[in-house]
């Protein structure tokens, strides 16, 4: 019945989905706030995921997608800033909402109100980094937020997992919670490092592209799990498998690339919505269970509402005072404000123990869960509603970037340029037998200039008058050739339909349309920019 269920939250997070990008709405906000409504419909079961399954199955392939993308490069350039984010600034909220949940809930005895602080305490970057995305923040912050939450989540786990020990009495594997936290981070990076060169190993001696992105989809779960084993961070094994993996980039075939660049983003569609929507879907039973324990409803998520409002003003409070040397005071605005909660919270939350070792119920641990969902979702909706308008009036663009990525471009440019012509010049020097020079140096030369009109296309700014008609001719090609490729498509598709042609044959002919309609689309995106 849950599964039933399980598929059908999905089903319809994904039509809201939909609906809410046709009209320019903030995905996760209508997610939530129609997954709370809809959670007090008569006769609804509860959705109960367990929290190996939220962590185990929802989270390695976000983090490790993120990672894939996220280049080791800018990571190691901004990774002071990161680990004031990822690391610092988790364990100061761990320890300040602590002390205060303690002084504040009289359900909490303080190692309870640690555990309230390390579940609480790690940002989800998802919704900062699409609002950024959207709205141009400067590449640098992006790398920021995205490094930063390619790491808090592990520091996270980790002062939960102490917390959490102290409470209920259970030894941890290595005394020393320093050592212990040495131990996630080492450990955590062997294993996802191990895993990875294998399977590059593998993937770099087979040419099957379906194998290749199966072995890269079994990859993240792999070093979870495989690091989870041993006792130590999950997390950073995905994280560290995704940064080996994506420096492969290129090395793979052209199939293989095309098959992973739909395929990852697609779980991230299906993940990020689902875990919206299931925050969402929480709300009446939450307030169910603080009922069942006893508790004033009104009084626990008043509490909520206050550790909320701390949660809130620890990030700027720690931001300015560590990292107003680098960056603007803009800047440090809106990384401050991009702090909203998300999958690890809820999992972490759930997977509080429900008693110790002595069989005694852990102390307030309904209270734990109804704090934590009104962070995460408070979050979510005072934070993701005006970070937009935030970005906008304090007008955060970086005026160096252009001119960085311009150079940037031209250097990519150059290397082409130079890589095309060295290559051409050794195919001169050493022609295939029997082919008459003639004819050789005429098929050099067209691609010659198919190299140099391909160059032209990728080229949009400091241009003649002439080479302005140049681009827009060939803007005007991309489009018309792109409209017969799909009528194309549709003609074969209708002479299938009519009964007139095989569908096997129907499939042969689409595959190369594809390859052909992908690069004409890829063409037309640019030209737009």
Request: charged residues 20%; negative net charge.
């Amino acid at each position: 019945m849950t599964l039933t269920w399980l598929f059908l939250v999905v089903i319809v997070a994904l039509a809201v989905t939909g609906f809410a990008k046709r009209f320019d709405l903030q995905v996760p906000l209508v997610l939530v706030a129609i997954g709370g409504a809809a959670s007090f419909i008569p006769g609804l079961p509860r959705l109960d995921l367990s929290p190996e399954l939220m962590l185990g199955v929802v989270l390695p392939p976000l983090l490790y997608s993120a990672a894939l993308d996220f280049s080791f490069s800018t990571f190691r350039r901004n990774l002071a800033p990161i680990l004031r984010l990822g690391i610092g600034m988790v364990v100061v909220t761990t320890f300040a909402v602590g002390w205060f949940a303690n002084w504040l809930v009289p359900e909490l005895t303080l190692g309870a109100a640690l555990v309230l602080g390390a579940v609480v305490a790690p940002p989800d970057a998802v919704a900062a980094v699409a609002v950024g995305r959207k709205l141009g923040l400067p590449r640098r912050m992006m790398a920021i937020l995205k490094g930063e939450s390619l790491v808090n989540d592990a520091a996270a786990l980790t002062l939960f997992a102490l917390a959490t020990a102290a409470v209920t009495g259970r030894k941890i594997a290595i005394g020393s919670p320093v050592l212990y936290f040495l131990y996630e981070v080492v450990g955590g990076v062997l294993v996802g490092l191990a895993l990875s060169i294998a399977v590059r190993f593998v993937r770099a001696r087979i040419e099957d592209s379906p194998m290749e992105t199966v072995l890269g989809l079994l990859l993240p779960f792999a070093a979870y799990f495989a690091a989870e084993e041993i006792h130590a961070s999950g997390v950073l094994a995905v994280v560290t498998a995704g940064f080996v993996l994506g420096r492969d980039i290129g090395d793979e075939s052209v199939s293989t690339r095309l098959q992973e660049s739909a395929v990852w983003p697609t779980i991230d569609l299906v993940m990020e919505t689902f875990v919206f929507a299931y925050m969402g879907l929480q709300l009446r039973f939450v307030i169910e269970d603080v009922r069942d324990e006893g508790l004033p409803v009104h009084h626990i998520f008043a509490y909520g509402l206050a550790v909320l409002a701390l949660v809130i003003l620890i990030r700027p409070a720690w931001i300015f005072a560590t990292q107003a040397r680098s960056e603007g005071w803009r800047q440090n605005l809106v990384i401050s404000w991009a702090g909203m909660r998300g999958v690890v919270t809820l999992a972490a939350a759930s997977g509080v123990p429900l008693t110790t070792l002595a069989g005694d119920p852990f102390p307030g641990r309904g209270v734990i869960v109804a704090i934590a969902f009104t962070v995460a979702v408070g979050t979510l909706l005072i934070q993701g509603l005006t970070l937009p308008l935030l970005i906008r009036r304090l007008d955060v663009a970086d005026p160096d970037e252009e001119q960085r990525l311009g150079e940037q471009m031209a250097l990519a440019r150059r290397i082409s340029h130079d890589a095309a012509a060295q290559s051409l010049e050794e195919a001169l020097r050493d022609p295939p037998a029997g082919l008459p020079t003639a004819e050789l140096s005429a098929l050099v030369e067209r691609v010659r200039k198919v190299s140099e009109a391909r160059a032209n296309m990728d080229r949009a700014e400091e241009v003649s008058e002439y080479e302005a008609k140049a681009l827009r001719a060939n803007a005007v090609f991309n489009r018309l050739r792109r409209g017969v490729l799909q009528d194309q498509r549709a003609a074969l598709i209708a002479a299938r339909n009519a009964g007139e042609l095989d569908d096997e044959v129907l499939r042969d002919v689409l595959d190369g349309l594809d390859i052909e309609e992908v690069a004409a689309e890829s063409r037309v995106r640019r030209s737009r920019w």
